[in-house]
């Protein structure tokens, strides 16, 4: 996230993404964003989107804990004894 707000320090002082890239690895070294995530977070603030959250994604949660699946984990083993 912190990396996210400098870039769009960066892309507001003028900038340019490789110039960007090049400042995020002298701070942060191998821990430092991408080039590619950093052209890709240039051209969202290109295209007038300022925030710097992530958008919600479709699909699988990222989980699938439901009080009605351990119910049906735990009863497995007495359906079936070959499974522990």
């Known amino acids: 996230m912190e990396q996210r707000v400098n870039i769009k320090f960066c ?10 890239h090049e400042m995020l690895a002298k701070v942060y070294g191998v821990n430092a964003v991408s080039k590619k995530c950093v052209y890709e977070w240039f ?3 290109r295209d007038g989107k300022e925030d710097v959250e992530d958008e919600p994604r479709s699909g699988r949660p990222p989980t699938s804990t439901t009080p009605d699946n351990i119910k049906r984990v735990r009863r497995m083993p007495a359906v079936d004894r070959r499974l522990s």
């Not at 892309?11 to 340019?16: D, E, S």
Request: hydrophobic share 30%.
């Open 11 to 20: 892309f507001k002082l003028g900038r340019t993404a490789t110039e960007t």
């Open 43 to 45: 051209k969202r603030f």
